[in-house]
C-alpha cells in the first residue's frame, strides 16, 4: 500500500483547506484510513478516521476537531479527503495519512494499529 498526502499549506485562521490522500496497493489493506498529526515538539495525534466496516461507512473524530474536520472519501476508496474549516492556529502540523486492513471501530484512533503511512503535509494556520 501507498499512500500520498497533499493539499497543505499556509492559511488565515478561520480559514479552509482540504487534505487529499491517494492509495494504492490492495483494497483490503487499506480497510480503514486515518488522518493523524503531529506538531512541533508534540506527540502525533488522530485527528480523523473513515472505515469500510462490510455494509457501513463509519468515521471518527478527536474532539477537538468535530464540527470542523469532515473525512470523505471518493473513487472507489482510492482518494481519501480531510476538509479543514474554521481553522485555527492549534491546528498547524504536518498532517499524516495512515492505512490498515482491520475495521474495528472501537481502536480507530489508535495510531499503533496503522500499518501503512504517507509522508506528511505541512499545515500551517497563521493568527
Known amino acids: 500500500v501507498q499512500l500520498q498526502a497533499s493539499g497543505g499549506g499556509l492559511v488565515q485562521a478561520g480559514g479552509s483547506l482540504r487534505l487529499s490522500c491517494t492509495a494504492s496497493g490492495r483494497a483490503y489493506n487499506r480497510n480503514t484510513i486515518g488522518w493523524f498529526r503531529q506538531a512541533p515538539g508534540k506527540e502525533r495525534e488522530f485527528v480523523a478516521a473513515i472505515s469500510w466496516n462490510w455494509d457501513a461507512l463509519i468515521t471518527n473524530y478527536a474532539d477537538s476537531v468535530k464540527g470542523r474536520f469532515t473525512i470523505s472519501s471518493a473513487n472507489a476508496r482510492n482518494t481519501v479527503y480531510l476538509q479543514m474549516n474554521s481553522l485555527e492556529s492549534e491546528d498547524t502540523a504536518v498532517y499524516y495519512c495512515?492505512?490498515?486492513?482491520?475495521?474495528?471501530?472501537?481502536?480507530?484512533?489508535?495510531?499503533?494499529?496503522?500499518?501503512?503511512w504517507g509522508q506528511g503535509t505541512l499545515v500551517t494556520v497563521s493568527s
Open positions: 495512515a492505512a490498515k486492513s482491520d475495521r474495528d471501530s472501537t481502536i480507530l484512533s489508535r495510531a499503533s494499529g496503522y500499518i501503512y
